[in-house]
């Protein structure tokens, strides 16, 4: 039995949404939905890995939800859909955890990042937090995760988690009825384009992201206008031209990183950008690219802001989508407890 090509990725709704986000992943989810049939998730058993405020995190949800719809997403032939809606997710993670090595998650470079010098006090959920990313895209069998390069060593683990079920219960899976003993499919990331890893507008070391204590260091997808101009204005630079090839941004990464922002806005290469800007100073670049951010993500915040003032609409549509991903995981999950010799 060979599994049919499917798409799932995830976003935590932990407020801030930005532009790492955008182009490293939300415009790759809506590129997908001309190909695929793509399930997108509003993984809020994620976001509560960190302590959230319950009122904040029914409001990220939402925001997560319109970022999705105006960015183009059409959750009418494709499935948004909140993950703690759909029970298989914590279920499955469960299983995972009982299939994943400590060994394996030991070595997450993320858990070590996040829990900083606190690992005893860090969550035991923020620990196995790639188990139950695992699980969110094996409920449906997905095949293809659009993703930013900071979770392609997450991915690897579900490779790894879908492989050792498969090699563990091989008899099982193959009496259920797949011959060739994949039950699980080995899900591919899809990491590419000059914007995987969108970094700090004002450190080219960091990575653009909802948590900086600088409201400077990123543009949110809500921004207006004028604070897009801004921040690409203060935005980090060294003093020199722009280089006419690519290997001249090397020990550049502001330089780098704002090109790469470019090209991606503009859905082309780092290499194309720079044979128009080579040699332009950021006096001129800048301007250019506050531009083109402005034309892209501001009618997009404008129209999330819009959707936002519907909140029961959104929740209608996440309702809907959870029953469509639900009807999706149901065999699944009973397959799967078939196969671990759970009595259905
Ligand atoms: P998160 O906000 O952690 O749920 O991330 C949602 C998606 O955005 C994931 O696919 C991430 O890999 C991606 N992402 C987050 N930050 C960045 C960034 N700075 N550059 C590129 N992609 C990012
Ligand atoms: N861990 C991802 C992040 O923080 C979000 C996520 C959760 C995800 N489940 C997923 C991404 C499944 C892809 C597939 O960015």
């Given at each position: 039995m060979t599994h049919q090509e499917r798409v799932f990725s995830g976003v935590q709704?932990?407020?801030?949404?930005?532009l790492g986000n955008y182009l490293g992943a939300i415009t790759k989810f809506v590129a997908l939905q001309e190909s695929h049939e793509c399930l997108y998730c509003v993984v809020d058993l994620h976001a509560i890995t960190v302590w959230q405020d319950p009122k904040e995190l029914a409001h990220n949800i939402r925001e997560v939800t319109a970022a999705f719809i105006a960015s183009g997403i059409d959750p009418k032939k494709h499935i948004i859909f909140n993950q703690s809606q759909v029970s298989g997710h914590a279920e499955l993670a469960w299983i995972f955890n009982c299939v994943a090595r400590m060994g394996w998650l030991n070595r997450m470079t993320q858990f070590k990042e996040k829990a900083g010098k606190h690992k005893e006090n860090a969550s035991v959920g923020l620990f196995t937090y790639p188990n139950l990313m695992a699980a969110d895209i094996l409920l449906y069998h997905a095949t293809h995760v659009p993703v930013g390069e900071d979770q392609k060593q997450h991915l690897e683990l579900s490779r790894d988690i879908a492989q050792k079920f498969n090699v563990d219960f091989k008899d099982a899976i193959i009496a259920s009825g797949y011959e060739d003993g994949l039950f699980f499919p080995q899900p591919e990331p899809l990491i590419q384009g000059p914007a995987t890893r969108v970094m700090s507008l004002r450190n080219g070391q960091n990575k653009m992201s909802k948590s900086d204590p600088s409201d400077m260091s990123r543009i949110t997808m809500t921004d207006d206008a004028d604070t897009i101009a801004k921040k690409i204005r203060k935005a980090k630079t060294d003093p020199d031209a722009l280089p006419s090839e690519e290997d001249g941004l090397q020990n550049r990464p502001e330089a780098a990183n704002l090109v790469g922002i470019y090209a991606a806005l503009k859905g082309t290469s780092k290499a194309d950008v720079l044979k128009e800007f080579?040699?332009?100073?950021f006096s001129t670049f800048k301007p250019a690219l506050a531009e083109l951010a402005v034309e892209k993500v501001s009618p997009i915040g404008n129209e999330m802001r819009r959707l936002m003032d519907a909140p029961d609409e959104l929740d209608a549509i996440l309702r809907d989508g959870a029953e469509r991903a639900q009807k999706i995981a149901a065999p699944i999950i009973a397959k799967t407890k078939q196969i671990l010799g759970f009595i259905g």
């Open positions: 709704p932990t407020g801030n949404l930005h080579g040699g332009a100073q």
